[in-house]
């Protein structure tokens, strides 16, 4: 079985993560710091938007996976992917922003926790019954 929308999803929010990772690594190559964060507030910022990303989508795109194997219908993987995807780009710029943009942050974390809620709720549904 192929699952072409969890792949979809899964390329785009590769890309979110090279964008998170190139502001990483390009700041420590600009201010010459190799390892940890030396107490430079802009790169832990830097750092942990790249971390909370990988820390949310791994688990959301494998919710995502089990349901495209379940026989989800397209619209409800797109509607998976989506909230998924726009979650983790709205907390990754608010989150970078300085000052921080919190509206951003809180609706990127509502779209990803509630993406992975209802996602995990409508697998232990499909599981049960």
């Given at each position: 079985m192929q699952?072409?929308?969890?792949?979809?999803?899964?390329?785009?929010l590769a890309l979110v993560f090279l964008v998170l990772s190139a502001r990483v690594i390009l700041y420590r190559r600009a201010h010459l710091i190799s390892?940890?964060?030396?107490?430079?507030?802009?790169?832990?910022k830097r750092i942990r938007?790249?971390?909370n990303w990988a820390e949310y989508a791994p688990l959301g795109l494998l919710l995502m996976l089990l349901a495209e194997l379940n026989g989800?219908?397209?619209m409800a993987l797109h509607m998976m992917g989506l909230a998924l995807l726009s979650g983790r780009v709205l907390h990754g710029v608010g989150f970078s922003c300085?000052?921080?943009k919190m509206m951003l942050r809180q609706a990127g974390m509502v779209l990803t926790l509630g993406m992975i809620?209802?996602?995990?709720?409508g697998l232990i549904g499909h599981a049960l019954f």
């Open positions: 699952v072409t929308l969890t792949s979809l999803y899964a390329g785009m390892l940890g964060d030396t107490g430079d507030k802009a790169l832990l938007a790249q971390a989800a219908p397209a300085t000052p921080q809620g209802l996602s995990a709720l």
